[in-house]
Every structure is written in structure tokens, then in C-alpha cells.
């Protein structure tokens, strides 16, 4: 990952070997001069002032829902570890002249599983759902969930969404305590909230802050998942540290309005803002989760940049506001509705969008083959389009992802720290099987290790099924085998 503008930490472990940190080298600060308005008479402002409501100072009925609520996420890792058992027979004829033939100690490897990091997480239903980040859970061999009353749960993971870093899990209980989903568009900049998560192992923590920001973008999921991670995250002052991830943000009244998720720091640790994931894009997330069992990703077809005031200028637009279209996609959504190059679009369904974040926003909430009216200015003139959204391949359908192993006609698993080690590689996907297809084709055997995909690390089957999914000129894989030897594909997808 590129290195630059300021320091970022994703806050889910508690080890270094499970969870990695995001840094950025420094802040880079930037100001600008307002005006000077003059205030109004304070007789003018008197009815003004007595018709506001300000927020409650006592947040305790709000941090009473929402301890029970969340829980801790431990992380667990099989180690194998060098035992000694007994082969068929002992060659001492001494001793077996005595006792009889007595069998050979050899050595044999035992898996055993320790907690290798933690995090939080937040029930959603009583029947044991739970939502936390994706990067908690992406390295665990098994998933230990501990409610607030210490009673403790072995969680099935049911799935995950790189491209905003939530996930899905599963624990069997039935009335629990849990947190319903509320409204992060309405929530406003200035507005107090309560982060409630399991910083340090110090379970059930609350602390509380103010909205400082909304449509935040910080540029940790985009290298991840090949440039298409979605981030317009809310951003807080209220503490989060370590072991705050995937819990709660919740609003004074109780409800669920972020997932917590990163931290700004030259440390690792809290030091003026944390992130979270809004609640409108983790529902949809959760909700296709549970139904699909992918996230359904509605794409408008389209390179987008903010409109800057150098923008401005070179496009003779009365404002600094919106998003340009800088390139249109062959086949995409936004051309076959009639956008172009150029184009600032300003609102979708009637919501202004003034940034990149804002827009991917409101585009991300959507499945394929839903529609948005999108407002544009061109050459000075406003004008509409009812856009139908596409999926990944460009068409309306509903996708799965796992429709690419049966291309591809092969089993695939993350590779083991061993592994890793023994090869000198940082990531990997393991071939563990091969069945007729795309791979065995072109020459792969079973036990190669994919460590790039057309030049993209891969880590998991759900990151290279996207970079499959979206691959437009074929697909060129470099890899190792377990023996140690290089190997390089290149596959064509379309014939």
C-alpha cells in the first residue's frame, strides 16, 4: 500500500501476527481563511435559542442497550505443535528378552489452537446474528464469541464483504439482547454518539464523542479488493483502540449507527478520531449476506474524481460541487443511459452528492438491476437519467461469485503461516483440488499456490473470485508451487 497523508490504524487484534496496521506517514494539514460574520443582536436570537433541543448529558439508558448487545470476538489459530508417540517395536533385544517387543517413539505433529487476536462485535437479531469487521476475523482457524454475561459461543462464519470490511457471523442462541439498525443519514455532524466495543480485552467499554464528519474517505480498503472497496465512513471523536473493531456506534437513543472500524494515529493507538462503517451500507451488506450469501454490487460504469476548483475551471461549472464522469465504461449502466465524459453528477434519488465517497455511498446500497435517477450538469445545462444498475459482469442479474470455481474448476483455500514462511511469501491461495476447467487447461496442478492475480495480491477465494469476475483482457496468474518452484498462466476466460 501506497505510504502517504497521515497515519492509519485498522483496530481489531490485540497480537501483531494477526491483524496488520495501516500507516500513513504523517497528517498533512489544510487550512483555509473564512469570513468574518458578524453576530446578530442577542434579542434576535432569543427565540432561536429557546426553540433548539441540545443532547442529553446522561447517556445511560443508550450504553444500557447496548452492553448486552456487544460482544467479544476472539480470534483462534491452529499451531501444530512436535509430540512423541510409539512406532511398531523397540530393537533393544535386552530389554525385549524382559518385557517383549516395546514400541519406537517417533515424532508426530498435534493441531492446537490458541487465540491469536481479538475484537468485538454487535448482535443484530435474538437469534444470534452478529455483524463485525471483516479484518477481525479474515486469519481464524475458529471463532470464539463471549457475551457480556461471559457466557461463551463457538460462531459460524457466514460471510464476508472485503470491499467494506464487514462480516457475518453465527452463533446458536436464541433471546439475546441486540441492537436494531438505525439511520446513519440522519444522524448530523455535531450530534453525540456512544462507541461501545472491547478495547485492550477490557470488555463492555463505552465511551462517547460527537460526530465530526460524515462520507469520510481514508484509503485503507482500496488494494485489497482490486479498487472497488467502499468507503464514506463516519467519523468520530469518541476513544476507540485495539479490540474496537466491529463494535458498536450508537446513536443517544440506542440504535445502531456505525460499525467502528479504524482509527487515525502515528501510534496504533486512539489519539482524535476513529471511523466507522455507516449502518445504511452494513445492513444491505448483512441482508445479502444472509440471502445470497455474496454482497450484490450494483456498478454505475463509470471513473469518477471531486470536482476541484482546477475542474471547475477547465469545464466552465458555476460551482465547486458534485462529481465528474472522467471516463465512461463500454457496456456499463451509465452509458447505455446516455451519461458522458464530462458530466458532473450533483444528486442521486434527489440526495445531493458533492464527493467520490458520498456517491459510491448511495451507488453501493443498490443490486444489480435496480434503477436511480442521477442529476448531471453538462455544458451548463441540468439534466436526469434513470440509470439500471449492473453487477460485476455487466448485466442485471443477480451474481455469484462461486459461479467462477466451476470456470475455473478449482477448490480453493487461504495458504497456512507454515507455508508462508517456508516459501517467503506474504499471501497465497492454495489449488487443493482441480476438476475440468479453465486452470487445468492451461497446465495447473493441484497444490499450486496463486499469489497474484493480473498483478493483484490474493489472500482469500473471495478477493480472486472478484478479480476473475472483472477481469476484461483474460487472466495472468503467478504462483509458486509447494516445492518451491515459480510458475506463471496466462488464461483466456472467454473461450
Known amino acids: 500500500m501506497e505510504l502517504k497523508k497521515y497515519a492509519l490504524a485498522i483496530v481489531a487484534s490485540m497480537s501483531c501476527t494477526a491483524f496488520g496496521a495501516y ?10 481563511s473564512a469570513a468574518i460574520v458578524q453576530p446578530a443582536p442577542f434579542e434576535q436570537n432569543i427565540g432561536k435559542f429557546a426553540s433548539q433541543t441540545y443532547a442529553p448529558t446522561n447517556f445511560v439508558e443508550a450504553a444500557e442497550m447496548s452492553v448486552n448487545a456487544v460482544v467479544h470476538v476472539k480470534i483462534l ?23 517383549g517387543p516395546r ?29 463485525t469487521n471483516n479484518h477481525v476475523i479474515e486469519s481464524a482457524d475458529k471463532i470464539e464469541v463471549s457475551l457480556n454475561d461471559r457466557t461463551t459461543y463457538e460462531a459460524q462464519l457466514i460471510g464476508t464483504d472485503p470491499t467494506t470490511d464487514i ?18 443519514d440522519a444522524i448530523k455532524v455535531g450530534e453525540w454518539v456512544l462507541a461501545v466495543g472491547n478495547p485492550f480485552n477490557l470488555t463492555s467499554t463505552v465511551t462517547a464523542g460527537i460526530v465530526s464528519a460524515k462520507s469520510r474517505s481514508i484509503g485503507i480498503m482500496s488494494s485489497g479488493a482490486q479498487n472497488m472497496g467502499i468507503e464514506s465512513f463516519i467519523q468520530t471523536d469518541a476513544a476507540v483502540n485495539p479490540g474496537n473493531s466491529g463494535g458498536a456506534l450508537v446513536s443517544t437513543s440506542g440504535e445502531l449507527i456505525g460499525i467502528n472500524t479504524a482509527i487515525a494515529s502515528t501510534t496504533g493507538s486512539y489519539s482524535g478520531y476513529s471511523f466507522a462503517v455507516p449502518a445504511a451500507i452494513a445492513q444491505k451488506v448483512v441482508q445479502d449476506l444472509k440471502q445470497y450469501g455474496e454482497v450484490q454490487r450494483a456498478l454505475l460504469g463509470v471513473s469518477i474524481t471531486d470536482v476541484t476548483p482546477e475542474i471547475q475551471k477547465r469545464y466552465k461549472l ?35 452528492v458533492n464527493t ?30 434513470v440509470v439500471t444498475l449492473r453487477n460485476i459482469r455487466g448485466t442485471t442479474g443477480i451474481v455469484k461469485l462461486d459461479e467462477n470455481q466451476k470456470t475455473l474448476g478449482a477448490t480453493l483455500e487461504p495458504i497456512s503461516d507454515t507455508d508462508m514462511q517456508k516459501l517467503r511469501i506474504r499471501n497465497g491461495l492454495k489449488i487443493t483440488k482441480l476438476s475440468d476447467g479453465k486452470l487445468k487447461q492451461n497446465g495447473i496442478k493441484e497444490g499450486f499456490i496463486i499469489v497474484k492475480a493480473n498483478r493483484m495480491p490474493v489472500a482469500s477465494a473471495t478477493e480472486f473470485q472478484q478479480i476473475v469476475a472483472t477481469a476484461s483482457e483474460g487472466l495472468f496468474i503467478s504462483g509458486i508451487y509447494p516445492n518451491g518452484k515459480t510458475a506463471y498462466y496466462a488464461i483466456d476466460l472467454e473461450d
Do not use: M
Open 23 to 32: 500507516l500513513y506517514s504523517r497528517y498533512q494539514v489544510a487550512t483555509q
Open 77 to 99: 489459530k491452529e499451531q501444530r505443535q512436535q509430540t512423541y508417540g510409539y512406532g511398531n517395536q523397540f530393537d533393544d533385544p535386552f530389554f525385549q528378552f524382559f518385557f
Open 103 to 131: 514400541p519406537q517413539q517417533v515424532p508426530q505433529s498435534t493441531p492446537d489452537l490458541s487465540v491469536v487476536g481479538a475484537g468485538s462485535g454487535v448482535i443484530i437479531s435474538d437469534d444470534g446474528y452478529i455483524v
Open 167 to 184: 462480516a457475518l457471523l453465527k452463533i446458536d442462541a436464541t433471546g439475546l439482547h441486540y441492537l436494531q439498525f438505525g439511520n446513519s
Open 318 to 352: 458555476a460551482s465547486v460541487r458534485g462529481v465528474l464522469i472522467s471516463q465512461v465504461s463500454d457496456g456499463g449502466a451509465a452509458k447505455e443511459a446516455g451519461l458522458k465524459e464530462g458530466d458532473v453528477i450533483i444528486s442521486v434519488d434527489n440526495e445531493d
Open 356 to 385: 467520490v465517497p458520498a456517491l459510491q455511498e448511495k451507488i453501493g446500497r443498490k443490486r444489480p438491476g435496480e434503477s436511480v435517477k442521477i442529476d448531471v450538469i453538462h455544458d451548463g445545462e441540468q439534466k436526469q437519467y
